[in-house]
């Protein structure tokens, strides 16, 4: 189940895998993704008119949810963008105006409801993260990014509240990774950042990439990291806590350079982070590379 | 997508066509008062203030189909004339040069020094004349108002709309093949070298922090590429050096512009299905092109100055044997303006388009209305 996000790239694998859906579909997604909940996997598809929810085989659409429209167009641009699960109930969805929606989704049917509108970002929301690994107690469950560069740390019990806020340095973060307290975070001048989540705390800079960042990618059980750039390459890496110290490091493993290619997705193929894959801007084509 | 976008795309493909346009009269040795006629016609057009009005208001990008088309009139701005072969190169050179400056650019910002070093490039075509070089300052200041404070995801935004346009599109350019930034497969060339965009450090080294912020460990890493550090930002100011070199002209009179269409684009089956099927958009395109080309003065060739084809092949052989084997999927299919429906809305744009009239080349009609419909039809 590969799901890159990109602006590019959604509207290649939607109208590819799901011809009846494009078809359908009123306008061009904007990003797709899979949230994987206990009881049901629902297909979110975000546009500049706003959010659709799918049964994970396209057949059937369970919600719409509409941006607000003005007519005529505003300077700035009105979309959603940044999708993911958290706690097992929820659908988080950004917009271009900063605000982060929460939508409560039951175990089946279309009773889907917006509970939440959380209003910490005053830019537009770029990418969304939930814990992917183990999750202790009290700790943060959910990583919300903007285009400032600043991000939000969530804790979501019944409620949605606010760890904490890491402030910006004047770059985009362009897509957010949360793994076993961990936050990855990679911006638009080709740096990694790693941070705590519980108290935001700077643990590790990379400079990874020599342009934009447009995808990060964790494998949850070995918590080995992947990042795609607009300078051709995915660079492997590998995360990991010191039993010692508790320091967390990141090692570098692996480069792979896709020739000529501005990557805008990249996921790993399989939680042990074995194989990967890939796709850029023109590339009408999903590249998979594989451990041998 | 980003509704910011129409300006840049705009300027940029038009100071391309400019270049393409000032190496071609000077290949076809065109006298020299006639070839600056010519590019300060073109040039007045293009800056015309209602023109800039409305292309600096917020919208969406529209059609390939409905932008060449306001191109095809700005071509034809003064007494030079183009073929439709010639017309339909200089327009595949200009978007491929574009596409490349935008997929090269190193930061998503840099768009904006693209765009100055087109415009310091169509001010220097006109420095003996102050009253176009006032209206090409105040859309410089137009620029530097609406896009100097813009963050670098506002950037992104506009840069992925732009490249959304371009995408598919592989003509091979030959003087990009010659300079190996192109491949024969018509992709372009993206260099794992070089200096890092400014802001970004040279990739290859780790920095690890404990939890009071103090570093305890620093590791190297080799990421497969050999770059270095820039020596500097370009100038975002009126007058500045850009430091950048996309945007600024290619061509001179020994590199001739040529592109060679075979294998060129790949279609995915969505395409073809766009072209078929009615285009829902046409009427908002209509609305487009009436509201733009109603600020498009065109001066009229008066009767003592004599006008001239431009040809953007070597010879006239050349030009009819590209016409005729232009391959379907690349031909620019014009809008077809159905006579039948929306007559209101089409006596609108046919009555400014009479304001474009072509006078040397005789026509043989019934009305003034048919005339026109006829002459839009023919693009």
Known sequence: SLLSTSPFFPLLYVTANYPMLAATAPFPPFQASWCVLPSRVLLVLTSQKGIQMYESDGSIMVYWHALDVLEPPPAQAVFARGIAAASGRFICVGTSSGLVLVFDIPSKGTNITLSEVLQEHRDSITDIASEVGENPDGAADLVTADDSGALCVWRSKEEF?????????????????????????????????????????????????????????????????????????????????????????IEHCHSECVTDTQLCGARFCDPEGNSFAATGYDLSEIVRYGQV | ?????????????????????????????????????????????????????????????????????????????????????????????????????????????????????????????????????????????????????????????????????????????????????????????????????????????????????????????????????????????????????????????????????????????????????????????????????GGLEIKKPNGSEPGFRLNLFTTDEEEEHAALTRPEELSYKVINIQATQDQQQNEELARIMGEFEVTDQPRQSTSKGDDLLAMMDEL
């Open chain 2, 1 to 293: 997508m980003s509704a910011r976008t129409l300006p840049l795309l705009f300027l940029n493909l038009g100071g391309e066509m400019l270049y393409i346009l000032d190496q071609r009269l000077r290949a076809q040795s065109i006298p020299g008062e006639k070839a600056r006629k010519v590019m300060n016609d073109i040039i007045t057009t293009m800056f015309n203030k209602k023109f800039m009005e409305e292309l600096f208001k917020p919208q969406e990008l529209y059609s390939k189909k409905a932008l060449r088309t306001v191109y095809d009139r700005l071509a034809h701005a003064s007494i030079m004339r183009l073929n439709q072969a010639s017309m339909d190169k200089l327009y595949d050179l200009m978007t491929m040069a574009f596409k490349y400056q935008v997929l090269l650019c190193p930061r998503p910002k840099d768009i904006l020094l693209v765009t100055f070093n087109h415009l310091d490039a169509i001010k220097d075509f006109i420095r003996d004349s102050p009253n176009i070089l006032n209206q090409v300052d105040e859309t410089f200041r137009q620029l530097i108002d609406m896009y100097s404070c813009l963050s670098a995801g506002e950037f992104q935004l506009i840069r992925q709309t732009l490249l959304i346009f371009f995408q598919d599109m592989h003509i091979r350019v030959s003087i990009f093949l010659k300079d190996k930034v192109q491949n024969s497969n018509g992709r372009f060339v993206l260099p794992i070298s070089g200096p890092v965009p400014w802001g970004t450090e040279v990739p290859g080294l780790i920095r690890m922090f404990n939890c009071n912020g103090d570093e305890v460990k620093r590791v190297e890493f080799t990421n497969g590429g050999n770059y270095i550090s820039p020596q500097r930002e370009g100038s975002f100011d009126l007058y500045g050096d850009r430091v950048l070199k996309l945007g600024t002209n290619m061509y001179s009179v020994s590199r001739p512009v040529e592109t060679h269409m075979s294998g060129a684009s790949k279609s995915l089956a969505s395409h073809t299905k766009e072209n078929a099927a009615p285009n829902p958009l046409a009427k908002e395109e209509l609305n487009f092109l009436a509201r733009l080309m």
């Open chain 1, 161 to 249: 509240s606010l760890l904490t806020k890491i402030s910006a340095f004047g770059w985009t973060c362009s897509s957010v990774k949360l793994w076993n307290g961990v936050i990855a975070a990679g911006y638009g001048n080709g740096q990694i950042r790693l941070y705590e989540a519980t108290s935001g705390a700077l643990r590790a800079t990379v400079s990874a990439h020599a342009r934009w960042i447009y995808a990060l990618d964790v494998a949850p059980l070995t918590g080995k990291l992947l990042s795609g750039a607009e300078d051709s390459y995915v660079q492997i890496w590998k995360l990991s806590r010191s039993p010692d110290t508790g320091d967390i490091e």
